[in-house]
């Protein structure tokens, strides 16, 4: 048993990770007796499971995910999802109001294409397309707010360990900030300069995600811009 | 049965927010209405043809390219060359773009930047002719969209312009009633530079090179093509909206304005 790369290692696809008695979790393969990265990313290992965090990825579904989608297809029995992912997500007319089809020519009326959701992922395998909930506190349509999209790899960060991040943005600007696994964030606000406000942090939080202290500036830059729009108001 | 993809549209409260900040003047990219993209033109970009340009208007990717060809002129102008332009939507561009026979998009935009061309006379084209009525050069302006983020029209055009100035055309004679090619190049006939300005309508707003969430939000679309001599010479307008005489007389003065800013830009690129 050989470990070839270390913890927090950068690893590229196909580099060979550990020869021996590991099992190979997320983004690798074995090959005989050896394991191997599939994709470029952060080499990580629990025991004798070895994985790889993606540097930069798409969003894959994972059951339970909370997600932020947009309706793109009004069918017979639900609606078709795009969640920011390779798979186009399903929302079934039963998750919406009990019923298996859509009333006709109804089905519109209730969600129309163009139309953001805030759903949940029940199902997904890469079988088949995922399926989506909107049934329970707090998911639904979106009908205010701004939304923006961010790498999914950074969402982590944007929310934080143990959602510091994300609730010190919301502490700070008082908004209610709904973040999605899909890298979909929706920023909702009193005023539409608050949330341009908002949407800057992020952004700031996205481009130097890979940085260190980056709350402690981000908390900086949050008070200092809000200081200014106050000034900029009562001037 | 097949069914042409249709993009996913923009989220409506996205729409909302882009009329919202329309009608206060502003933008989702943070430009003022009258604020190009930023303009890059790179020429000699295809080894093979006899001109060439790139161009990126923001996140739009234009590729032109020219190729120039022995062929018999059109009966009723047998002392003139012929242009033809052409203009491919690539699925690379966009997920909404399927190959196949073109379709009515890029129908439009290879006849818009054609108008500009044409109606500008931007090619002394009596000079592309070697025998009359015989043998002309036929001059194919291929244009290739290679990423869409809005307003092809303007960047296409920009491009066709470039690859044409940067053209070169094979020197030949007849000897014997043959074509001989004496082996040297010459630089093609070019006597105008057309610039078409884009205006989209949002709201009551006119605003200049739309990207592609505002052409979807648009009512309506005005293109205007403005001459070496600040006259307009080729018009074109889409979508359902309507303009009022007002806006176009404001939308023409603003492209002359600005169409001279940009030739300069191309007039560079391709020197």
Known sequence: MTLHVEKRQIVTPGELLAQGDYYPDLNTFREGDSIYSTIMGIFDHRGNRLSVVPLKHCYIPFVDDLVIGKIVDVGMSGWMVDINSPYPALLPATEVMGRQHLPRGDGGRILEVGDLVKAKVIAADRTRDPLLTIRDRGLGKISRGRVLKISPSKIPRLIGKDGSMINMLKKESSCSLNVGQNGVVLVTCETPEKEELVIDVIKVIEREAHTQGLADRVLELMKSRIRGEGNAEGT | ?271
Not at chain 2, 33 to 54: C, H, L, M, Q, V
Not at chain 2, 231 to 238: E, R
């Open chain 2, 1 to 271: 049965m097949s069914m042409t993809p249709q993009a996913a549209p923009t989220a409506k409260i996205e729409q909302e927010w882009i009329r919202d900040l329309a009608s206060k003047n502003r933008r989702i990219d943070g430009r003022a209405p009258s604020d190009y993209r930023e303009i890059t033109i790179e020429t000699g970009t295809i080894e093979k043809a006899n001109g060439s340009a790139r161009v990126t208007l923001g996140k739009t990717k234009i590729l032109v390219g020219v190729k120039l060809e022995l062929g018999a002129p059109f009966p009723d102008t047998p002392n003139e060359g012929v242009l033809t332009v052409n203009a491919e939507l690539t699925p690379i561009a966009h997920s909404s773009f399927e190959l196949g026979p073109p379709g009515e998009n890029a129908i439009e935009l290879a006849r818009v930047v054609d108008r500009n061309l044409r109606e500008s006379k931007a090619i002394d084209l009596k000079e592309l002719c070697i025998e009359p009525g015989k043998r002309v050069f036929i001059v194919f302006v291929d244009v290739y969209v290679l990423d869409h983020d809005g307003n092809l029209v303007d960047a296409s055009t920009y491009g066709a312009l470039a690859a044409l100035l940067k053209c070169r055309m094979p020197e030949c004679e007849i000897r014997d009633g043959e074509i001989v090619y004496s082996g040297s190049f010459r630089p093609l006939p070019m006597r105008n530079y057309p610039v078409p300005v884009t205006f989209a309508k949002i709201g009551r707003t006119l605003i200049v090179d739309p990207c592609l969430k505002e052409e979807e939000v648009m009512s309506t679309r005005l293109t205007i093509g403005v001459d070496k001599e600040d006259c307009v010479c080729a018009m074109q307008k889409g979508g359902m909206g309507t303009l009022e005489v007002h806006e176009v007389t404001a939308a023409v003065e603003a492209a002359i304005l600005k169409s001279g800013e940009i030739r300069k830009l191309i007039m560079e690129a391709a020197c």
